[in-house]
């Protein structure tokens, strides 16, 4: 076991004595570290003696008490002041907030060198040494022998928390809700002090902090391999469990993690080319039936949500927005909310429960996402309900809402439905489709460009690479196909509502 306070004073070669916090004699000292910076307590990992020449020692009393509660929640075993040297006078407020804590406050007498304390420290420790590697080992031995699937993980921190000492919560920093759909959900105080600060846990400090939250000491720590994974420990008992195992345990669930998230990525794969084909109509009523309960979505009452990022992820193109959702279908397992998704055109396409919650997709898609919400469909359906959400998705960006359902909430263009944004479509623009079909010609790219330039002939040349002169010709040849006079206000306006409806209906 490593050296408690009270036997590294009665080391007579030392000569350490005493100022404050007697009742914290037998706290043990896991390693002895030297720092002279002002936030003395940012690095304290837990268990250690705090050796420090006096400079981190403010000179108010008021300061001094908060230094000395700051190193007591973060796990420090005592503080050592070297004499002669730095630090300012000690306040009586100061040591009686040591004796209250306590916190054990130990003067180290002039000229002693800090390495010596450290050194008895580090001999003390080197039978906590060897425990800790036979830990360590048992700590990778659970991994070996977890098993890669998801219904594993809730066993593994169960068999973690037992080596450990501790009750350990997998959960994300963001919301705070447990990380696997089996985890265990934080306790009531916990939830209840950091909620109003969700998306800060752990991000105010570093990686591994320890904390004192009403009366019990708390670490939070990163799991390495997935962001914003954030491991919670409350240790049963003192001494605190091991820093460096701590790390150690992390580290084998964030493998963990990835194992579950690599076999989640093969069924996604999956889920993927079965939708590409139903979508495509390439699959009956039976086959489509059986694959999707495979995926554990009711054929028979389900929903088709259609997705885009609203706002473009850092250095990525507006075509190419689906990009800040390539994680929804992780996110919906994790929340309990079996899925089988498709990215397909910069959309991405979810089939999901009827009973799915809005609030739960707009949680698992992200603030900044735009969700189209088809209305309850069954397989043989599923093309109406890609139409439906897609024409949802369109009403809900229009209109800057993060979710919309079909048929419900404000019009879209000033039409109700999919059927008649398709029938303007075919009306206005059909003319020009079934002509490109039997020419080499870009005259839906042309008359698209040559709206967002203002109808400025350069402008659109410039943009689709080709003369003026073709722009113009494009320009009356649309006018033909269409029997419109691209001159009139009117005609603008129409052909731009049916290409809005065509982009945003277009699979």
């Known amino acids: 076991m490593a050296i408690t306070v009270a036997e590294l004073i009665a080391e007579p070669q030392l000569g350490l004595t005493l100022l404050a916090g007697s009742a914290g004699l037998d706290n043990r000292i896991t390693w002895a570290h030297t720092s002279d910076l002002p936030r003395l307590w940012e690095w304290v990992t837990g268990g250690e003696l705090m050796m420090t020449n006096g400079l981190s020692i403010p000179s108010d009393a008021a300061a001094q008490v908060a230094l000395a509660e700051a190193l007591m929640d973060s796990g420090a075993s005592a503080l050592a002041i070297g004499e002669k040297m730095h630090a300012p006078p000690l306040t009586d407020e100061f040591l009686e907030a040591c004796n209250r804590l306590p916190l054990p406050l130990i003067n180290i007498p002039y000229p002693l060198p800090f390495i010596a304390i450290a050194r008895s420290v580090a001999e003390s420790s080197l039978l906590e040494e060897s425990r800790r590697l036979r830990q360590t080992a048992r700590v990778y031995d659970l991994l070996r022998t977890a098993g890669a699937s998801e219904d594993h993980w809730q066993s593994l921190v169960q068999r973690l928390s037992t080596e450990l000492d ?112 139903a979508m495509d109509g390439r699959l009956g009523a039976a ?19 259609s ?23 992780i996110e919906l397992w994790r929340h309990g909310v079996a899925s089988a998704s498709l990215k397909r055109n910069n959309r991405l396409h979810v089939v999901v429960p009827a009973g799915v919650s809005d609030d739960v997709l707009v949680h698992c898609a992200g603030a900044n996402a735009a969700i189209g919400i088809s209305a309850p469909a069954d397989v043989t359906g599923i093309q109406r309900a890609l139409q439906e959400s897609l024409w949802a998705l369109g009403s809900a960006r229009a209109n800057k809402l993060g979710l919309a359902r079909y048929a419900e909430g404000p019009s879209w263009l000033g039409l109700t439905g999919f059927e008649e944004g398709t029938a303007l479509v075919r009306r206005l623009l059909g003319p020009i489709f079934d002509y490109e079909q039997g020419q080499d010609g870009d005259l839906i790219v042309t008359l698209r460009t040559y709206l967002d330039s203002q109808r400025s002939w350069q402008k659109t040349a410039a943009a689709v690479f080709a003369h003026r002169q073709t722009i113009i010709y494009r320009i009356r040849k649309i006018g033909e196909l269409t029997g419109l006079d691209m001159g009139e206000t009117s005609t603008v306006a129409q052909l731009w509502f049916a290409l809005q409806i065509h982009e945003a209906m277009h699979q």
Request: charge should be negative; include cysteine; proline fraction near 6%.
């Open 307 to 329: 997705m885009t990022a609203s706002i473009p992820t850092a250095g990525a193109k507006a075509a190419d927005d689906v990009g800040g959702l390539a994680d929804v279908h």
């Open 287 to 305: 086959e489509m039936e059986s694959r999707l309960a495979g995926f554990e979505v009711a054929p028979q009452d389900f929903l088709l949500a």
């Open 166 to 277: 501790a009750e350990l919560f997998v959960v994300d920093r963001r919301c705070l809700h447990p990380w696997h759909p089996d985890g265990q959900s934080l306790p009531v105080f916990l939830a209840e002090e950091w909620a109003p600060l969700s998306g800060q846990v752990g991000l105010a400090g570093k990686n591994f902090q320890w904390h004192r939250i009403r009366g019990r000491h708390v670490l939070t720590m990163d799991i390495p391999t997935h962001a914003n994974a954030l491991l919670v420990v409350l240790p049963n008992s003192e001494p605190h469990p091991d820093a460096v195992v701590l790390l150690h345990a992390a580290t084998v669930l964030g493998l963990q993690l990835s194992r579950i998230v690599l076999s989640l990525e093969g069924r996604h794969r999956l889920a993927g080319e079965f939708l590409l084909q």
